[in-house]
């Protein structure tokens, strides 16, 4: 076996030789071809004012994809991008226990901040809209306790207990927040690794043509 592979090795030198450098070429060629593209992001950490679409990580993925959802987003911020541009290149991660991550990729830097600025401008202003009535009504409701409290000058054990669980409620809840400022990152070409890669490839190419005909033969034997 070992003399038949160093025979074959002899015999195509110069082939097993030349597939690792044309892989590598090809690839490198490949590389200087693409365009830099830029992603922008900014990460939230989701409230918990018990309104799924605007504090659940998969609602939130789900539904601010949609071009329902990006036609408000054009509409409030008179952005000049289509509906098309926006939604390519859009992608919405989950990431920790309650964080959400907005991103947009393009060969536009501009492009890609401006419609991740708008996404979350927007989803962070309906998300405060809904907190705060959310926090209003739980306020208001103790103030209405407090009332009957001072009017009949006690409170029943029901109404002291859903008052104090109102109150730990009123301290608990939290309020959707972006945890950084948009910013952007740049995936830059890299002809020089991808050309490493390229050549490592049409090596083991290289190793497989040379070897898989031996195992071949042993197997017809």
Do not use: W
Not at 25 to 30: E, R
Not at 131 to 138: I, P
Not at 145 to 159: N, Q, W
Not at 178 to 192: C, D, G, I, Q, R
Request: glycine residues 4%; without cysteine; hydrophobic residues 40%.
């Amino acid at each position: 076996m070992g003399l038949s592979i160093i025979h074959r090795l002899k015999r195509f030198f110069i082939l097993l030789l030349i597939i690792p450098l044309i892989t590598a070429g090809v690839a490198f060629f490949m590389e200087m071809g693409k365009e830099t593209t830029y992603t922008a992001s900014v990460p939230f950490e989701l409230g918990n004012f018990e309104n799924e679409k605007l504090t659940g990580k998969s609602k939130v993925k789900d539904y601010f994809q949609k071009d329902e959802y990006l036609q408000k987003v054009k509409k409030a911020s008179n952005l000049d991008y289509s509906i098309e541009e926006m939604k390519n290149g859009l992608n919405i991660e989950e990431g920790g226990e309650y964080i959400v991550v907005f991103k947009h990729t393009s060969a536009d830097k501009k492009e890609s901040e401006e419609i991740v600025q708008a996404i979350s401008d927007y989803f962070l202003e309906i998300s405060k809209e809904k907190y705060n009535e959310k926090l209003t009504l739980l306020k208001d409701y103790v103030e209405k306790v407090e009332k009957t409290e001072e009017a009949r000058g006690y409170l029943i054990e029901e109404e002291f207990e859903f008052k104090k669980d109102t109150e730990m409620t009123i301290t608990n809840i939290r309020e959707t927040k972006p945890l950084e400022k948009v910013a952007s990152e740049a995936s830059y070409k890299n002809p020089l690794k991808r050309a490493v890669f390229g050549f490592l490839v049409g090596a083991m190419l290289s190793l497989f043509l040379l070897i898989v005909p031996e195992l071949f033969k042993e197997y017809r034997d």
